[in-house]
């Protein structure tokens, strides 16, 4: 089985590549001033919402309600897909989806494939693998095409792009688009996207795109987007190609009522989005002729099979949690080496390696919580994060590890009063060669990844037990004196 998740599998430590970009000034200006932006958009559109507590705690409901019976929801998914003249195939992991896909435009002859935002064919790697097989893929959300065209790597679930200003973008437009002449003014740009994807739309006969939601009783899809290029993709082509996760189902169009108030204002600060695309099956004579549908799995039902981090797939791909995250915030999405960066791409990626790859991510958090109060679907971020981390630590523990050794040392030492007071002895006696002005900066060997990011204070001189001893004993010798 291969899951995979972009690129993560090749990707440093959460540590060591934060480290590296916090040192571009650039990167975190344009970061943070698109996560403002954002959060101060939807923090409004929330306030009016009266009744935005209900909402959140109706959609956990449903994805709780169907993540418990989610056998019987994709199967029926599956028939009244079917019945509508679609077709659904099932992929374990991402070579298979990758294969079926590209089989699919082959058995099409397709060259050229125009494709709505989904991260969920970065997470299977799928244009790769179209390139590898001479198809060429367009993407056509502006912000996808910037990454594209930039040749780079998203960083932002819902604004893969918020990493890039105008003045590259206008750069990556004049040399990839071959203008010779372009300001940076928004309309001016958007133009010249509008002038380069419009002749694709109209050319390109096969459409691919993600889902946000899969309804099961009609057997319908949902895409939402703001820029109108999905409508385009669904619409336009012969050809229809969809990839999703199988936690996309929901039970009911009804449902759809809660999502798409809750998804827009979390996501854009948007009360609607401009453009909610639903389709069901084939309709002579009308958009595409030819719809299939990829359910992917790619880990998924082993998330499920934990009941303590199982609320991961409740996710919407909001991308709330990220904007308002103080990590996220300082380093921007590229550091945490996968497609789903922030706070649900710190506990989705290590969840779906099997911790395998991306031990370091639980920890790129300060569990302050913010996640999970912006999250529309109620998602216990800290909760799934500690538990992860529990996880990594029990795993280690496991085999002779050096930091397993020292933590076992530290827990002999602390739960013994008299075994602590020696080691405070002994400790205010080493650290001398490493005080100056009243601070350790620097220590030798493992114990120098703690003064690599922060000082520390020195043992006082006296330990509070010692103190409190002598207190005790003055007061004593007062009363008798
Ligand atoms: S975890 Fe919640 S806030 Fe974060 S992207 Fe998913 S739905 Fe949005």
């Known amino acids: 089985m291969t899951i995979r998740v972009g690129e993560a599998a090749e990707a440093p430590s959460f540590q060591k590549a934060a480290f590296k970009l916090l040192d571009d000034a650039q990167l975190r200006k344009n970061v943070r001033h ?15 919402q009266q009744d935005w507590q209900q909402l959140r705690a109706t959609a956990s409901a449903i994805k709780q309600h169907t ?14 897909c079917t019945a509508a003249g679609g077709h659904v195939h099932w992929a374990s992991d991402a070579d298979e989806a990758n294969r079926i896909i590209v089989d699919l435009v082959k058995q099409y002859g397709g060259k050229e494939v125009i494709k709505v935002k989904t991260m969920t064919s970065d997470e299977i790697g799928l244009n790769k693998a179209f390139e590898a097989n001479g198809i060429h893929p367009h993407e056509t959300d502006l912000a996808d095409m910037i990454v594209q065209l930039g040749h780079d790597k998203p960083s932002h679930i819902v ?20 203008l010779s002449e372009l300001t940076d003014e928004p309309q001016d740009l958007t133009n010249a996207a509008r002038q380069y994807l419009r002749e694709k739309f109209l050319k390109v006969k096969i459409g691919f795109s993600g889902a946000n939601y899969l309804l099961a009783d009609t057997g319908g899809v949902c895409v939402v987007e703001s820029e109108g290029n999905g409508r385009m993709c669904v619409t336009l082509p012969d050809i229809l190609i969809t990839l999703a996760g199988i936690e996309k189902i929901i039970p009911s169009f009804r449902d759809l009522e809660v999502f798409l108030q809750l998804l827009p204002r979390s996501a854009t600060g948007e009360r609607m989005n401009p453009y909610n695309s639903l389709w069901t099956g084939v309709h002579k004579g009308e958009g595409p002729q030819h719809f299939h549908v990829v359910l992917l799995d790619n880990g998924r039902t082993r998330i499920l099979a934990d009941p303590e981090a199982r609320q991961t797939l409740h996710c919407i791909r909001c991308g709330a949690c990220l904007n308002t995250c103080p990590v996220y915030r300082q380093t921007g999405g590229h550091a945490y080496g996968s497609i789903y960066s922030g706070p649900i791409g710190a506990i989705v990626t290590p969840q779906l390696f099997d911790m395998e790859h991306s031990q370091s991510l639980p920890y790129a958090s300060s569990l302050c919580g913010a996640c999970y109060e912006v999250c529309p679907v109620k998602i216990n971020i800290p909760e799934v994060l500690i538990h992860l981390r529990g996880r990594i630590v029990r795993e280690q523990q496991s085999g002779a590890n050096i930091e397993a050794i020292g933590m076992k040392a530290m827990a002999r030492v602390f739960s013994s009063g008299r075994r602590l007071e020696a080691a405070q002895r002994l400790g205010r006696l080493g650290q001398w060669p490493f005080v100056s002005e009243g601070w350790i900066k620097h220590l030798p060997g493992m114990l120098g990844n703690w003064t690599a990011v922060r000082d520390m204070r020195p043992l006082p001189k006296q330990s509070f037990r010692s103190w409190w001893r002598e207190h005790e004993k003055e007061k004593k010798e007062g009363a008798d004196g």
């Not at 105008?166 to 750069?171: A, F, I, P």
């Open 67 to 80: 993540l418990a019976h989610l056998d019987e929801y994709l199967l029926k998914f599956e028939a009244a």
């Open 159 to 178: 604004a893969p792009a918020l990493h890039r200003n105008r003045q590259q973008v206008r750069e990556i437009f004049m040399r990839e688009m071959g």
């Open 34 to 48: 698109a996560t403002d932006v954002i959060s101060g958009k939807r923090a409004i559109v929330v306030k009016e």
